[in-house]
């Protein structure tokens, strides 16, 4: 299957060629022909998938044809969480419309006003901004989205996590209603459905690989931790047992990944952590240890961890489980990467038994629970826990369908 057979431009066919693209990825084969008929989307694919080249292709050709309205503003609009997700996003554009004579811009936080204000006073083809930004400006009356005809979402969960429900909703509001809109996302869960249904009109629904079906490679199983002290001798021969190889290891809090690395350091085991609260310096410089091998452990939280790639990653630890059963998914998927296999250890106390049994009914599996010699629990699991109904915080009712969605969804609904 080549890029030629999904109906793309000559000039864009170009373009792809000299990225050095051979075949359209599964997302992108899927995508982009939907994309290019007009329809709405709602797709979600693993990172690293080719999900930028899924939305920007289609957004390029529907600019090769002139625009029917006058006036200023974007005719395209890409919205991602964080500036250096829209810088990426508008290198794709720069690498994909390299044939295609187009005014494209970005309005991303961090930079000055001054150049921005002027971009967007001119006729741009395709703008990619970042939420906060773009909502600055509009609130300075400085945008007209009145040619607007393509709205994009990448990163579309993680823009919510961020605290953008609001600039989202109020900047789609301030386009044209028949403009279409694609949606990226990692998960449909929660509160991603109420942007869905706003935003989207009867989206076909794309899921390639869903996250919770990833689990074949990678060895799961769980330790039941008395206090504190005992998750950490269990998380030191947890880690010894892996002869050296690379673990990631995950905290609830900031704090506790913080002091975590450095009791690991004290120990002897080389760590560092990695979490919102640190510059991008300093996670950027976290991430290259732990690819150049200067460092064995990255003790993280969720929101740093999503996303990363780390390639032939052994371990993954929960030290603390996530209060979100998705997030288990997502942390255990650092491992177990590109054919490679993969062990994903938790470490259960006392407050973590009511997120196990969450996990373990989205995932409908159970996890083996398993003792070490020498480090056994004075206690065994709680009996509530089979019986409990775990209180299912921050989430929705059962997911309800929306739109005519092409693929089927997903089996196991976290609310089931
Ligand atoms: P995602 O957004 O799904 O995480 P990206 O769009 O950032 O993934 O793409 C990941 C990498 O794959 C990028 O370096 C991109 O240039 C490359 N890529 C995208 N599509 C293809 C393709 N069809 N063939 C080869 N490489 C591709
Ligand atoms: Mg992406």
Redesign the pocket.
């Known amino acids: 299957m080549s ?1 030629e057979r999904l109906g793309l431009d000559p000039i864009l066919l170009r373009a ?1 060629d000299k ?7 599964d ?2 084969r899927e995508a982009i022909p939907l994309a290019l008929s007009g329809k709405d989307l709602m797709a979600s ?10 939305f920007v292709l289609p957004a390029l050709q529907r600019l090769l044809t002139p625009s029917a309205k006058r006036g200023a503003g974007p005719r395209v609009l890409v919205l991602a969480p964080t500036r250096e997700l829209a810088t ?1 996003v508008s290198e ?1 554009v720069r ?1 994909l419309g390299h044939f295609a004579r187009l005014t494209t811009g970005a309005v991303v936080g961090g930079m000055p006003y001054g150049p921005q204000e002027r971009l967007l006073r001119r006729p741009l083809d395709l703008l990619v901004a970042t939420p906060g930004r773009l909502m600055d400006h509009m609130d300075r009356g400085r945008v007209d989205f009145s040619r607007l005809e393509l709205l994009v979402l ?2 579309a969960d993680r823009m919510l996590d961020m605290g953008f429900v609001d600039a989202v909703e109020q900047i789609a509001a301030a386009t044209p209603d028949d403009r279409q809109t694609l949606l ?1 996302s990692a998960t449909f869960e929660g509160s991603i459905q109420r942007v869905v249904k706003r935003l989207l009109r009867e989206p076909v629904r794309i899921e390639i690989d869903a996250v919770t079906q990833r689990h074949e490679a990678i060895t799961q199983r769980l330790h039941i931790a008395d206090n504190f002290d005992h998750k950490q001798a269990l998380l030191d021969r947890v880690i010894r047992d892996e002869n050296g190889e690379q673990a990631l290891v995950f905290t609830s809090t900031k704090k506790g990944a913080d002091e975590l690395a450095e009791q690991l350091n004290q120990r002897g085991i080389r760590s560092n952590a990695l979490h919102g609260d640190m510059s991008q310096y300093h996670r950027r410089r976290a991430v290259e240890q732990l690819r150049n091998g200067r460092i064995q452990v990255m003790v993280a939280t969720d929101v740093a961890a999503r ?1 990363l790639d780390i390639r032939g990653l052994a371990l993954v630890v929960n030290f603390d489980l996530p209060n979100n059963p998705e997030d288990y998914v997502h942390r255990i998927g650092r491992t177990g990467r590109g054919g490679d296999t993969g062990t994903a250890v938790s470490l259960i106390g006392r407050q973590d038994w009511p997120k196990l049994a969450r996990i373990e009914r989205m995932t409908g599996q159970k996890i083996e629970r398993t003792v070490l010699e020498g480090l056994e629990p004075r206690y065994g699991e709680p009996r509530s826990n089979h019986a409990r109904r775990a209180p299912g915080k921050g989430r929705r009712g059962p997911s309800r369908s929306h739109g005519n969605s092409g693929a089927p969804r997903r089996g196991r609904a976290l609310s089931a």
């Open positions: 890029f792809i990225c050095g693209f051979k075949n359209p990825s997302i992108q694919a693993q990172t690293g998938t080719g999900k930028t080249a899924a990426q794709a690498d990448d990163e990226f996303g």
